[in-house]
C-alpha cells in the first residue's frame, strides 16, 4: 500500500510539523497485521512529500482475527491495494493531524493549502465514475488511471484497480478525513468487524462535509457494509445533528475504552485473565452481565468445559451485534442451547440470573450512578448469588499513564465514577461479608510500581 502526500505551500517542509512526523529520518510502526513507514523522498522549501508505505502480512491479517469476519485466504489483494487497513494506519499515525491539530503550527493546521494525494491501486469495482462522484463534490480535480486486469493477456480486460491523483487547495485534515471515510467506501468492504462504533467514526469524521454531500446516502450506506440498522441510524443524526440515542451512550464504553488503552492491549488482557479466572473456578455455566457485543462470549464458546453460557445486556442494540458475531443461527444443532442473550437491567431483580456457577461483570459497575450500586449489589450478591462472581473495574490512579487523557478526566465520558484501589478494596471486602462471600484480588496488565494495574479484578466465592 502507497499513499503520497505533497504541498507547494512555502515553506513546504512545514508538512512535517503538520504530519507530526521529522522529514530528515525513515520512521517505521508496528502494526497488528504488519509494519508502516513513514519518509519523505522530497523536501525542500518549494516543495514538500510525504511517503507512507504499508506492508501488511496476509498471514498476520487472517490469524489475527477474533470476530468471525477472517479472510477467506491468505493469498488476497489485502496486502496490495488501499482498503479499510489504510484508513486505520492514518488514523493510528496521523491521529493529531487527522484531528487538525499541529503544535508547532497550529495555525497553518487551520489554513488551507495546495496538496496532492496519490494512491496507488485503489480498488472502486464501481468505476472511474464512482471515484469522480466520491471526491470531485469535495473539490478536488481527480486523475485516475485503470489498470489492466494482466498487462500481459490484455484481452481479460481492465481491473478494479486505479491509481488516483487527488488536489485541492485544503487544510490537511479535510484531506486525511475525506480519504479516512471515502477509502473504504470505494472497497465497499472491510477488514473488521462492523458494529455500533462505525457509526461514531462516520459522523465524526464527516461531521463538516458529509450531510452536504449529494452521495451522503451511498457513502454512509457502503462504510457502514450496508447493515440497515446503522445506516438508518447515521442517516438520522447526519440530518438531526448527531442526537445520540440511549442504546448508544449504554455501550459507548467499548469503543472509548479500546481507542484509549489500544497501546497496551489492555482489553485483550482482561478478557484472556477472565478467560483464565473461570477455567481455575472451574464453573460449568457462565452468565456475563453487560455482556456488549459479546467479546467475551465470544472466548468463552472455543473452551468445552463451560457447558451453559449466557449474555445479558440492557441494550438491544449491542445484543443484536452480539448474535451476528457469536453467529448464533449457524451453531450446529447440538450446540444451539449452549449459548442463549438476554435483555436485562442490573438494577431490577431477575429470576432468569439465578441458577449460575459464575457472573462475570466485566467493566460494568463504573457505568452505574453511585446511588444505584446498593441496588446492584443486593441483585447480584443477593438475589442472584452465583457461587463465584468475577468482576473487573479501572484503576484511576493507572489513569495518568495515559497521555491522551487529560488530567482529572475519567477514562470516557459515561463513566460515573473511577475508584483507586484502596477504594475498590473496601467496597468489595464491605459487599463480601454483607453477603457472605469471600474474596481475593489480581491486578490485570502490566503493574506500575507507584500507581498499580490500569484494571483490578475480584474475585468473589462463597
Partial sequence: MLLTISTTHQPASDLGYLLYKNPSQVQSFKLSCGEARVFYPENSDEKCTMALV?????????????????????????PYCASSLLSVVI??????????????????????????????????????????????????????????LDEKFPQWGLSSY?????????????????????????????????????????????????????????????????????????????????????????????????????????????????????????GKSIIDLGCGEGNLLKLLMKEREFEKLVGLDVS???????????????????????????????????????????????????????YRLSTFEKVLFGAARPKAIVLTTPNIEYNCKFESLPAGQFRHKDHRFEWTRLEFKNWAERVAIEYKYSVEFFPVGTVDDTVGPPTQMAVFKR
Fill in 162 to 282: 486505479f491509481t488516483v491523483s487527488l488536489k485541492a487547495t485544503k487544510k490537511l485534515s479535510e484531506l486525511l478525513n475525506h480519504l479516512y471515510v471515502l477509502i473504504p467506501v470505494l472497497d465497499d468492504q472491510k477488514h473488521y468487524w462492523v458494529g455500533d462504533d462505525e457509526v461514531e467514526k462516520l459522523l465524526r469524521h464527516g461531521k463538516d462535509w458529509l450531510a452536504e454531500h449529494p452521495m451522503h446516502k451511498t457513502i454512509v450506506k457502503r462504510y457502514l457494509l450496508h447493515y440497515r440498522s446503522l445506516a438508518d441510524e447515521a442517516l438520522s443524526r447526519l440530518t438531526d445533528g448527531g442526537e445520540i440515542n440511549a442504546d448508544e451512550v449504554e455501550r459507548k464504553h467499548a469503543t472509548e475504552e479500546a481507542a484509549l488503552e489500544a497501546r497496551i492491549s489492555l482489553n485483550e488482557q482482561r478478557m484472556n485473565t477472565t478467560v483464565a479466572t473461570l477455567k481455575a473456578l472451574g
Fill in 316 to 370: 438491544h442494540r449491542s445484543l443484536d451485534i452480539a448474535e451476528k458475531r457469536l453467529a448464533l443461527a449457524e451453531l450446529p444443532e447440538h450446540q444451539k442451547g449452549r449459548v442463549k442473550l438476554m435483555q436485562g437491567s442490573l438494577i431490577y431483580k431477575d429470576q432468569r440470573m439465578q441458577g449460575f456457577d459464575v457472573a462475570t461483570c466485566i467493566e460494568v459497575i463504573e457505568h452505574l450512578d453511585s
Fill in 54 to 78: 504499508v506492508d501488511v502480512d496476509p498471514i498476520a491479517l487472517v490469524r489475527g482475527r477474533r470476530d468471525g469476519q477472517a479472510l477467506d485466504q491468505y493469498v488476497n489483494d489485502r
Fill in 91 to 148: 488514523a493510528q499515525i496521523f491521529s493529531s493531524a487527522l484531528s487538525g491539530k499541529s503544535r508547532e503550527r497550529p495555525e497553518l493546521a487551520q489554513t488551507a493549502i495546495p496538496l496532492e494525494a496519490n494512491i496507488a491501486a485503489l480498488r472502486c469495482s464501481s468505476g472511474e465514475k464512482f471515484l469522480r462522484d466520491l471526491f470531485e463534490p469535495l473539490g478536488y480535480e481527480v486523475s485516475a488511471e485503470n489498470h489492466l
